[in-house]
């Protein structure tokens, strides 16, 4: 493995609740929320989708946003099936592999391997 593990998700028309990453994923995983700030003057279509949570399973972690996740990792080693669960659970989350939020093209995931 060459490279570290980076994909990028996205989910369209709706969002997800990130507290509810946090209640339903908090045990499973370490999770972090990073709340980014805002004013009620800005002019922004997005002002209130800047909030991330930060899920870390053993070697790869998830920057969630509302509509956005990247999949990353820090170094290129094997999954672990904790890992695998969590790939699992943001492609389920994040049913749309294309490399912008607007449905324009296909974006591949890069390889990886599973620890035996």
């Known amino acids: 493995m060459p490279e570290p593990y980076h994909h990028v998700r996205f989910r369209w028309w709706t969002s997800v609740s990130l507290d509810k990453l946090i209640t339903d994923y ?3 995983y370490k999770t972090e929320k990073r709340v980014r700030p805002r004013t009620d003057e800005e002019v922004s279509l997005y002002k209130d ?3 991330e ?3 870390k399973a053993d070697t790869l972690s998830v920057a969630a946003g509302a509509v956005r996740a990247v ?4 170094e290129a080693k094997p999954f672990t099936g904790r890992d695998v669960a969590l790939r699992k659970l943001v492609f389920e989350l994040y049913d749309k592999a294309t490399p912008t939020p607007f449905p324009f093209g296909f974006s591949s995931e890069p390889r990886f391997e599973v620890q035996d």
Not at 71 to 74: A, E, G, P, R, T
């Open 26 to 28: 908090g045990e499973l």
């Open 71 to 74: 999949l990353f990792q820090k």
């Open 49 to 51: 989708q800047r909030d």
């Open 53 to 55: 949570v930060t899920l």
